[in-house]
C-alpha cells in the first residue's frame, strides 16, 4: 500500500505544536513564565535556522512532564488540544489527508515533536500511524529524558526505515509532505516530495528539484 507521510508542525498545522504546548504551560503558569519564554523562542529559532542541538531541547522540552502527574498532564492536553490546535487545523490541510485516505493510502505523521503532545493531534486527523520523538517513561511516568532516537532531520529517516522493516509497507510511491529545510533527508527519501507552506531553504530546493509547492494555511 502506499505511504503519505506528513509532517505535522507548519504543514498539517497552520502553527508549531511543540512551540505552542510551551506557551500553553507559560499561561497556565505551569511553568516561570519569562525564563521559560526566553529559551522557547531561542529554541524555536534555532528549528527555523536548522541549527538546534535536539539533545539540548529535549532536555528542556520533556523537563516539566517529569514534574507532574499524568492525569494532571492530560487533563492539560484536552484543553490544549481543544482551545490551541484546533484553531490550527484547515480545512484544505483536513483536505489533503482525507484525499489520500481516498485513495487507500496508508497515512502516516513523522515529527520531531514528542509523542505526548502530538498523539491526540494524530487520533485528531484519524491516523493511526505516528512517528515522534519518545519522552522516556517509567512505571507511568515521564522521566524528562529521551527513549531512543530523536525523530529529527536524519532521525527521522532512521526511524522511518526502523518502522518499514516491521511493517508490510514500501517506500515505492510514497508521498512526504513538509514545510522545513530539517526535513530534507526524508524529502529526497521518498517518491514524492511536496514543500508545503515551505520556508526560504527548502522553497529553494523544490524550485531547483522541480518539486511541488503546496499552500495549506
Known sequence: MTLAIFDLDHTL???DSDHAWGQFLIDREVVDAESYRRANERYYAQYRAGTLDIFEFLEFALKPLARHERDQLDAWHREFVATRIRPMITPAARALVEQ???????LMIVTATNRFVTAPIARE???DHLLATEPEEVDGRFTGRVAGTPCYREGKVARLRQWLEH???TLAGSWFYSDSHNDLPLLEL??????VNPDEVLRREAAARRWPVLALA
Do not use: N
Open 13 to 15: 498545522l497552520a502553527g
Open 100 to 106: 489520500h485516505r481516498r485513495q487507500g493510502h496508508t
Open 125 to 127: 486527523f484519524g491516523i
Open 167 to 169: 511493517s508490510r509497507e
Open 190 to 195: 521518498v517518491d514524492h516530495p511536496v514543500a
